[in-house]
């Protein structure tokens, strides 16, 4: 009965003193990229959006979200640096491969509006 108290109390105390250094160690991760920003970084904000870096001071950061459009940020609303890599890319690519008529997944997409009342209604 006497040692159940303290190793109770060790129980409680170890996970929570665990549970703070890692989320210590993961501030200071999301600090050191948020330093470490850089002019054409592609970046996602804390909101969502996607952008690229075009101008950076020490609190704020200019993303173009689309052409000619450019917007400013805190830094501490940057959430990751993307990191483009090949297999986006094919993906893209493979999704606007063409069929055996010639035509696109885009041109599959659009129908005409007869098309659309045939595929409808019921025979």
């Avoid at 250094?21 to 996602?44: C, H, N, P």
């Amino acid at each position: 009965m006497e040692l159940l108290f303290p190793l109770l109390l060790v129980a409680l105390l170890v996970p929570m003193f665990l549970g703070v250094r890692r989320q210590k160690r993961e501030a200071a991760k999301v600090t050191e990229m948020q330093d470490s920003l850089k002019a054409g970084d592609q970046v996602i904000t804390t909101s969502g959006l996607y952008g690229t870096v075009v101008d950076l001071d020490d609190t704020t950061v200019d993303l173009e979200i689309a052409e000619e459009v450019v917007t400013t940020w805190l830094r501490a609303a940057i959430r990751e640096v993307r990191v483009e890599t090949e297999t986006e890319t094919e993906t893209v690519t493979d999704a606007i491969d063409t069929d055996s008529t010639g035509a696109t997944a885009v041109d599959a997409i659009e129908e005409s509006t007869e098309q659309t009342q045939t595929r409808l209604t019921k025979d």
